[in-house]
């Protein structure tokens, strides 16, 4: 069959690895990342959790007691040092957080990095950019001379919740609650400036976006929500891919492997652009342009000449 995976069935009888001890071999079927020879740090145990596990002990205790019933988690009958007998590969203790939200039940979490189990675990997280043998088997070559060509954008604007509400946009005035409302007003720009370029025209395009932000990649790709505001985020998107004919398919980049977005993010624009940037090649949007759209005559290409004056 010349399968290059080789290895899935053997997991499948033998058990799939879950990645401790770079213990996940490579499908061989993608573009391979570029390995790390960095050794993984010990593993530690921690008895203590978090600040927000002791803000409220009751709260705690029932959720511990109900991961218990639900028998996701078992108590181990014994000492650490009986723990690391009996798991002499290794044994990892994290801190316990309580992740408390205005839209869902509190829930429990384990900080799995203060201990050093995620470093001892990579997962194949980080994605690789298509190759040229991908764009070979996607691009018809025979009797075409056109010059491909690829671009990464990155979306940064700062607003604050009273430049929305100039618009009629009721948001949380604790912005980082409405975080991903303002991930999926990124995602709209990138369709914003595809439309600069091709004025007054419909193009069946497809935009592949990146995103490590999983509701906004969610609402994205399904157009629907029953939340608002995100609802009139995902109102907007819907209208200028209607109008434009350009949608974007959105997929997860981990926020270890977003580095450049994450850096031009903490960017003040005084100091000098982060690595790799260009500041040439920044295009400016206000929320309003964003919003309802840029109301304006034009002429394309630009260097078209006309017997008449255009209306100011």
């Known amino acids: 069959m010349d399968d ?3 290895e899935l069935f053997h997991h499948l009888i033998e058990g799939v ?7 996940i071999p490579p499908s061989h079927c993608f573009e391979s990342t570029v390995a790390t020879d960095e050794e993984p740090p010990p593993l530690f145990v ?3 959790g978090w600040r927000s596990a002791h ?3 009751a709260i705690t205790t029932e959720l511990v007691t109900e991961e218990l019933k639900q028998g996701w988690v078992f108590e181990f009958p014994g000492t650490l040092e009986d723990a690391q007998a009996q798991y ?5 203790v994290g801190k316990l957080v309580v992740a408390a939200s205005t839209t869902r039940p509190p829930r429990l979490v384990v900080d799995s990095s203060v201990c050093g189990l995620n470093q001892n675990c990579p997962l194949p997280e980080k994605g690789s950019l298509p190759s040229a043998k991908d764009l070979i088997r996607s691009f018809p070559l025979r009797n075409s001379s ?3 060509s690829g671009l990464s954008l990155d979306v940064k604007k700062r607003f604050t919740p009273e430049d929305f509400y100039q618009l009629d946009v009721e948001v949380n005035h604790n912005m980082q609650r409405d975080i991903v409302c303002y991930e999926t007003l990124a995602q709209l720009a ?15 395009l497809r935009i592949s976006s990146p995103s490590d932000n999983t509701g906004a990649e969610a609402g994205v790709n399904s157009l629907f929500t029953t939340k608002t505001p995100l609802a009139f985020f995902l109102e907007k998107l819907c209208i200028t891919a209607t109008t434009t004919g350009i949608q974007l398919d959105a997929s997860h980049i981990s926020g270890k492997s977003n580095e450049l977005a994450d850096a031009i993010s903490r960017w003040n624009f005084e100091s000098d ?9 920044r295009s400016r949007f206000t929320l309003r342009d964003l919003w309802l759209g840029h109301a304006g005559v034009s002429v394309y290409p630009t260097h078209t000449s006309l017997s008449w004056l255009l209306p100011i």
């Not at 690895?17 to 213990?23: D, Q, S, T, V, Y």
């Not at 400036?193 to 069946?204: F, G, K, V």
């Open 4 to 6: 290059p995976d080789t």
């Open 17 to 23: 690895p879950a990645g401790f001890l770079r213990n």
């Open 46 to 48: 921690h008895f203590d």
């Open 55 to 57: 803000d409220d002990p």
């Open 88 to 92: 002499p590969v290794g044994v990892s």
């Open 146 to 148: 056109s010059t491909v």
């Open 190 to 204: 990138i369709v914003k400036l595809m439309t600069q370029h091709i004025p007054a025209q419909r193009y069946s």
């Open 273 to 281: 652009p982060p690595a790799g940037v260009d500041i040439a090649n």
